[in-house]
T-cell receptor, first 114, second 110 residues
Framework: ETGVTQSPTHLIKTRGQQVTLRCSSQ?????VSWYQQALGQGPQFIFQ???????GRGNFPPRFSGLQFPNYSSELNVNALELDDSALYLC?????????????FGQGTRLTVV | AQRVTQPEKLLSVFKGAPVELKCNYS??????LFWYVQYSRQRLQLLLR??SRESIKGFTADLNKGETSFHLKKPFAQEEDSAMYYC????????????FGKGTMLLVSP
């Protein structure tokens, strides 16, 4: 599949634990953005990665961190999980060189913190 | 700060009725506006964008800079239009990220 894929699809963690979510970008895309979608809310921007560096960040604390690899795939890491971190985490890939580029979304990882 | 407001959480109409999903935005500049749709059990996908000025699945949206609105319209709703609709804005802050509204659930009844 050449679309955006995320793993795992569902995850249950205990408060205080750490979690890593993964995203494979669409073929030909070099930019990955992560969003948090709480229940009943729209997606909220966490951060974006381009050329393996953080290229922008939303209003999220430092315990939310990420990585981008040479193949443009990405990880989202969350330390010291809190109950409010329970949400759907979406990854979107795009190509920063293409003007007016469209972002393609993965199906998301549903994280539940108990 | 950029903000997107979708005032309706739920819009329920009968098949064949006109539909208008409202979206207002706040941004100091010329943003790009988008409508994304999420059908049941499917991923978020782009429906249309204001720069394309095209109609997708019978939906259109016009950017009104004076009213800072980007309402989504369809003259005759179909049952398969039932989905969650998100209005989104992309500013020009040096990176291409989206600010989403809270979404409107459209339910089209037979």
């Amino acid at each position: 599949e050449t679309g955006v894929t995320q793993s795992p699809t569902h995850l249950i963690k205990t408060r205080g634990q750490q979690v890593t979510l993964r995203c494979s970008s669409q073929s030909g895309h070099n930019t990955v953005s992560w969003y948090q979608q709480a229940l009943g809310q729209g997606p909220q921007f966490i951060f974006q990665y381009y050329r393996e560096e953080e290229n922008g960040r939303g209003n999220f604390p430092p315990r939310f961190s990420g990585l981008q690899f040479p193949n443009y795939s990405s990880e989202l890491n969350v330390n010291a999980l809190e109950l409010d971190d329970s949400a759907l985490y979406l990854c979107a890939s795009s190509s920063i060189q293409i003007m007016n580029t469209e972002a393609f979304f993965g199906q998301g990882t549903r994280l539940t913190v108990v | 700060a950029q903000r997107v407001t979708q005032p309706e959480k739920l819009l329920s109409v009968f098949k064949g009725a006109p539909v208008e999903l409202k979206c207002n935005y706040s941004y100091s500049g010329s943003p790009e506006l988008f409508w994304y749709v999420q059908y049941s059990r499917q991923r978020l996908q782009l429906l249309l964008r204001h720069i394309s000025r095209e109609s997708i699945k019978g939906f259109t949206a016009d950017l009104n800079k004076g009213e800072t609105s980007f309402h989504l319209k369809k003259p005759f709703a179909q049952e398969e239009d039932s989905a969650m609709y998100y209005c989104a804005l992309r500013g020009h802050s040096g990176y291409s990220t989206l600010t989403f509204g809270k979404g409107t659930m459209l339910l089209v009844s037979p």
